[in-house]
């Protein structure tokens, strides 16, 4: 069975740092892509980016290049988020999911983890 | 402002069919596959439709996709309250060579 578990619930403060986890297991990891997602309180899905776990490319969306980091350590099959200095737009909810199809144009997320609340106050 | 573009909610009887739309552009949807989620509250997205009206096994067929030119359509046929949902169309967007999303659709059963 695939699975995608996510790390807990962050609180942080602007300007710290964080970097968030997603943990597979039940499928050969270093084959298909991770993709982010965020989900902003209220608000609808956005496509953040996606890393290949087998080359460690990355492709982001152009609304997020610069603002987060996406990695991988196929050793342990996790994928990684992380952030340099966060700001109170980044609360929100971050989702990652595994993607499928024979090439990007015909992607689609199968699998997705149970999300990380991200929450940036003071 | 979603590149994708879904009506903000629908509304339907129980029993009764609904259709979501999901309008793109040459760039988007008109050049490649398109995939619907549905989003339970408090819930993670779920895979409803990949390759424009494919089910994935454990989809009812209550549930179909099509895509005409540069517009997607989600249809939910015999309406259970289970289905209130928001749901999201997404495909690749060849300008931006990344993935988008609609701006999600909130389905009412009334």
Same mark, same amino acid.
């Given at each position: 069975e695939v699975q995608l578990v996510q790390s807990g619930a962050e609180v942080k403060n602007p300007g710290e740092s964080l970097r968030i986890s997603c943990k597979a297991s039940g499928y050969h990891f270093p084959g298909y892509w991770i993709g982010w997602v965020r989900q902003m309180p209220g608000k609808g899905l956005e496509w953040l980016g996606i890393i290949f776990p087998g080359g460690s490319q990355v492709q982001y969306s152009p609304s997020f290049q610069g603002q987060v980091t996406m990695s991988v350590d196929r050793s342990i099959s996790s994928a990684y988020l992380q952030w340099s200095s966060l700001r109170a737009s980044d609360t929100a909810i971050y989702y990652c999911a595994r993607l499928s199809g024979p090439t990007l144009n015909k992607y689609y997320f199968d699998n997705w983890g149970q999300g990380t609340l991200v929450t940036v106050s003071s | 402002q979603s590149v994708l573009t879904q009506p903000p909610s629908v509304s339907a009887a129980p029993g009764q069919k609904v259709t979501i739309s999901c309008s793109g552009s040459s760039s988007n949807v008109e050049s490649n596959y398109v995939s619907w989620y549905q989003q339970l509250p408090g819930t993670a997205p779920k895979l409803l439709i990949h390759d424009n009206d494919k089910r994935p096994s454990g989809i009812p067929d209550r549930f179909s996709g099509s895509k005409s030119g540069t517009s997607a359509t989600l249809g939910i046929t $015999?309406?259970?309250? $289970?289905?209130?949902a928001d749901y999201y169309c997404g495909t690749w967007d060849n300008s931006v060579n990344a993935g988008v999303f609609g701006g999600g659709t909130k389905l009412t059963v009334l």
């Amino acid at each position: 069975e695939v699975q995608l578990v996510q790390s807990g619930a962050e609180v942080k403060n602007p300007g710290e740092s964080l970097r968030i986890s997603c943990k597979a297991s039940g499928y050969h990891f270093p084959g298909y892509w991770i993709g982010w997602v965020r989900q902003m309180p209220g608000k609808g899905l956005e496509w953040l980016g996606i890393i290949f776990p087998g080359g460690s490319q990355v492709q982001y969306s152009p609304s997020f290049q610069g603002q987060v980091t996406m990695s991988v350590d196929r050793s342990i099959s996790s994928a990684y988020l992380q952030w340099s200095s966060l700001r109170a737009s980044d609360t929100a909810i971050y989702y990652c999911a595994r993607l499928s199809g024979p090439t990007l144009n015909k992607y689609y997320f199968d699998n997705w983890g149970q999300g990380t609340l991200v929450t940036v106050s003071s | 402002q979603s590149v994708l573009t879904q009506p903000p909610s629908v509304s339907a009887a129980p029993g009764q069919k609904v259709t979501i739309s999901c309008s793109g552009s040459s760039s988007n949807v008109e050049s490649n596959y398109v995939s619907w989620y549905q989003q339970l509250p408090g819930t993670a997205p779920k895979l409803l439709i990949h390759d424009n009206d494919k089910r994935p096994s454990g989809i009812p067929d209550r549930f179909s996709g099509s895509k005409s030119g540069t517009s997607a359509t989600l249809g939910i046929t $015999g309406l259970q309250t $289970g289905d209130e949902a928001d749901y999201y169309c997404g495909t690749w967007d060849n300008s931006v060579n990344a993935g988008v999303f609609g701006g999600g659709t909130k389905l009412t059963v009334l």
